[in-house]
């Protein structure tokens, strides 16, 4: 549950045994000070989402007349700013122990002051000096949008909240031990999201969904979306394929603030590294050209072709691409290797139909190749590093894989405009 940045620490100035001066302490390094006014995300004004907790020193928080009694016990309330008028209030006789109490009735829109006091077993406070920590807080709104263009006009504050109310398509998350990135895009544009500690659900491509919602935040120069403690829900529907622009490096460059953090097609790429023998490391940059030069980063160290060192293409590609800027630096990166038409994992929108392969495993030199379509195949055969070490043309349904060695394979067979990708295994 989200806390309501109170963590009390209560403080008795006399009156204890072994001559011991209470202390206070407010909990956590972005815990606010006694007498702090602070701003809070909408999400603390849902049920259950607003918590107080307490601890103290040098004074035993217990229940009078029962067997936990101690030094005394907690009082708080909180009042509405505008009339004064009271929104919830309690005693608490625990301290110390992480254990979390609701506070009820909050409203988005609202400024709220919160009083807490030590008191003792007759409920008095506590004498020469009270000890009594107080809070004032205001609870944001939700500044709907509709879109994520919208969203991308907004206010870059950490006070100012937004929630995108239409539907947006995940086609990407990327998920660290810590943190999670993902990022959505509707018809309009595209948001990174930055949820550095799995504040929502994780979301598999192609996953719908509405009412994203967090503030936004400009890092080294690119738009995120921090979201706000919440449950985005489940997606309303899966396997959705957001509209990819098929655009021009120049173009690209030319009209930046339209395809951040979307997801763009762009064609007859070349790399500049791709010589059969250079493979794709972790955070590196290469340059590619389709007549226009960009960078090519590969951010994510966990992508296949990074993870098994794929060899950069050497022939000219049509890529699908993330757009990203870092402090000035405009560049693009693929999720995994099917964004690049010639890794050996790529493949075509449409598989070959009726396509057939036997005997597999083999053992005989050979393999059946088959298809409803009569026309040639195309085969080209991969190891498991992504080393291309076949390339056929398959006119009478036998392949010839009598020179490959004991061990598993890639073969990406391609006839006319569709493809298919299946695991060949020698034996």
Known sequence: MKKLYILFFAILISGLSFGQTPTLKISGNDAPANGSTIIDDPETAEPNNATI??????????EPGTSTQGNGYIIWEVRDVSDNS?????????????VEYPVTGLATGKTYFLRSELVDNTATPLTPDPVVYSLTIT?????????????????????TYY???GEVVNTYTNS???????????????????????????????????????????????????????????????????????VTITNLLANLEDYKSELVNINS?????????????????????????????????NADYVVSSFPIPQESQNIVVIVSVENSTVFVTARSSSDMTS??????????????????????????LSSKNKSNLDVAIFDVLGKQVLKNTVRNKILDVSKLNSGIYIMKVYQENTSI??????E
């Open 176 to 246: 660290g031990n810590t943190e999670q990135i993902m990022y959505f895009q509707d018809g309009s544009a595209g948001i990174k999201v930055f949820d550095p500690n799995y504040e929502v659900t994780s979301y598999a491509t192609g996953d719908a969904i509405s009412n994203i919602r967090g503030h936004l935040e400009l890092v080294d120069g690119e738009l995120e979306l921090v979201p706000t403690y919440a449950d985005w829900g489940t997606a309303t529907t899966n396997g959705n394929t957001p509209a990819v622009s098929t």
């Open 269 to 301: 790429v070349t790399f500049a590294d791709g010589n059969g023998t250079n493979t794709f490391a972790s955070l590196t940059d290469y340059s590619i050209s389709d007549g226009t030069s960009i960078i090519f980063r590969t951010i994510f160290d």
């Open 53 to 62: 907790d307490f601890e103290t020193t040098f004074f035993t928080v217990g």
């Open 139 to 159: 609870i944001s709104q939700y500044i709907d949008v509709t879109n994520l263009a919208s969203l991308r006009t907004g206010t870059v504050d950490p006070n």
């Open 86 to 98: 009271l929104v919830d209030s309690g005693n608490i006789y625990t301290a110390n122990d992480l």
């Open 163 to 165: 929630r995108v109310t």
């Open 421 to 426: 990708t299946k695991k060949l295994v020698i």
């Open 343 to 368: 890794s050996p994992l790529s493949s075509n929108n449409f598989e070959i139909e009726g396509f057939n392969m036997y005997p597999n495993p083999t053992s005989l030199g050979y393999v059946n």
